[in-house]
């Protein structure tokens, strides 16, 4: 039975893709050794490799996912929600302050591999027109201040968004960080608070 | 005659601090060789490494100057402009762009060393009381809105800094960040633009 098959080889490959990130996300990609995936998946290196070529695909596997995961958000609740699940972890759900760590290793890429830059642009757009087509919808819906221009707003968002990465990435503390995010999010939108 | 002497240490001094920042710039801090750093500063290597140690202390040096000049035009024109003269150096002056050079690296060591975290931390907290007291003087003088904290505006002008540094970084064009950077700036004064 077909079905079945592919059934059972998207939850292994999905147990794969879990147990790889907290392992990234604790480790950095350097660290992640192939017997601490073993440990963070529970499968041996076989298994693992029989799904994902290598370390590298593995990798590329979960920015991926996490590109989709992160636009859904965007597409239902912004991205400045994006920015919060970064900085405070819901106690349930699928950890996603792990996106951490992948997220810090895709940064890292950039800079430092014109090549992956290149490769990644594709996904970055995703990640840009879901957040666009968010704040189109919000103007639409009468949310969104309307005396600047879309694209301006997006930039706006992303940019904090990296910041807010690059501030993580430096070991800084986010504990007082959510009335930053606030003011982000009053930004875009049509009324100031208290006015 | 020491005064001279102190006036000509002091000139020789910047001439290495000019030539090293361009050359850090240009071609990253592993990538300054100490041939290219006799090229850029038309200096051999002898008159560099008596006035500073190693690679390493010039570095440094050059950090903390630059940590001073941005706390200046903070200190004058606020942290916006800091960017501004990021993505934007003027034609002519001290070539502000070459600032980058050290930022980055600076950021990448802040990534990468916690001893180094720890010794910057001092010279990180000059910028942000300047950026503070910068805040402060605008509130008192009717600049700033005043429903948001002064803490979370500072915080948030670094925020959006550091993820204009990274983007920088990445090697993104800079060319449509005007009319963000005019966001931002609108976003800490008093009154919103065209309401």
Redesign the interface.
Known sequence: MPRVSQDHLDARKRQILDGARSCFARHGYEGATVRRLEEATGLSRGAIFHHFRDKESLFLALAEDDVLRMTDIVAEQGLVQVMRELIAPPAEGDHPADWLGTRLEV?RR??TD?EF?ARWAARSEQLTKATRQRLLRQREAGNLRD???V???T??L??????????L???LPAD??D??LD??EE?VRRH????
């Open positions: 940064s950039l800079r014109p830059r005396d600047v221009d694209d301006v707003l930039s706006f992303e940019l904090v968004l990296e910041g807010l990465v690059s501030h990435a430096m070991g007082d960080m009335p930053v003011l982000v930004t100031r608070r208290g006015f």
